[in-house]
């Protein structure tokens, strides 16, 4: 089962900020959290990943509570190309001894950009 | 750079019979790892390949099976088809080495059982 919790569907009104939750109460210390996005009929996509920093890239906002329990990803100003589903996923780092290829998917957010 | 390459990307099967599908990973990448996609179940698993080796395994049953070669392009098998194999099937490369854990996948095979 997947180790996560996150609303099933969230709408964001285009060119706000979407700010997606993940409780992830049971991480362990060697766990990190990644975001994936698949839009309708593609592939999942990398978003963004993190072990305790925050982090941000050119897609996207992570921001990680200090107890690491819960987890925030934010698209700063969402388009309607951000409708997606939205996978928050814990996993043990590579570096510690853990799997590349298995990610546990859980059901994921509906995020829809309405404009 | 060409991304993740899978075909056929639709294919039609009765029950019974075998599929194959087919994955072409990035260039340079040498890990592929396998997922269904259905409704019901969401993203599962299947296996992941590296070095021509398969490193992990889903749950699934042994009618699903997979194989990489030397160039690092991988195959999966389903044999016996059954109504409930109908799915996306994605395949998803990484470099091994790297610690970010990026996956990168396919547009998938969509199967259907009739």
């Known amino acids: 089962d997947a180790k996560t919790t996150q609303p099933p569907s969230m709408d964001c009104a285009e060119g706000r900020a979407a700010n997606l939750p993940c409780n992830h109460s049971?991480?362990?210390?060697?766990?990190?959290v990644y975001w994936y996005r698949q839009i309708h009929s593609q592939g999942p996509q990398y978003i963004i990943h993190?072990?305790?920093n925050n982090e941000t890239n050119e897609m996207a906002s992570l921001i990680i509570t200090e107890d690491r329990k819960s987890s925030t990803l934010i698209l700063p100003h969402a388009t309607l190309r951000d409708t997606a589903v939205y996978y928050c996923?814990?996993?043990?780092?590579?570096?510690?001894?853990?799997?590349?290829?298995?990610?546990?998917f859980g059901k994921g957010t509906k995020l829809s950009v309405k404009p | 750079k060409a991304g993740v390459t899978q075909t056929p990307r639709y294919l039609i099967k009765t029950r019974g019979q075998q599929v194959t599908l087919s994955c072409s990973p990035i260039?340079?990448?040498?890990?592929v790892s396998w997922y269904q996609q259905t409704p019901g179940q969401g993203l599962q698993f299947l296996f992941e390949?590296?070095?021509?080796?398969?490193?992990n395994k889903g749950n699934f049953p042994g009618r699903f099976s997979g194989r990489q070669f030397s160039n690092s392009r991988s195959e999966m098998n389903v044999s016996t088809l059954e109504l409930g194999d109908s799915a996306l099937y994605l395949c998803?490369?990484?470099?091994?080495?790297?610690?970010?854990?990026?996956?990168?996948f396919g547009e998938g095979s969509r199967l259907t059982v009739l």
């Open positions: 260039s340079g990448h040498r890990s």
């Open positions: 996923i814990v996993r043990v780092g590579m570096n510690y001894g853990g799997s590349q290829g298995n990610l546990i």
């Open positions: 390949y590296f070095s021509e080796t398969q490193r």
């Open positions: 993190g072990l305790k």
């Open positions: 998803a490369s990484s470099l091994r080495s790297q610690n970010t854990g990026e996956l990168f």
């Open positions: 049971t991480i362990s210390g060697n766990e990190y």
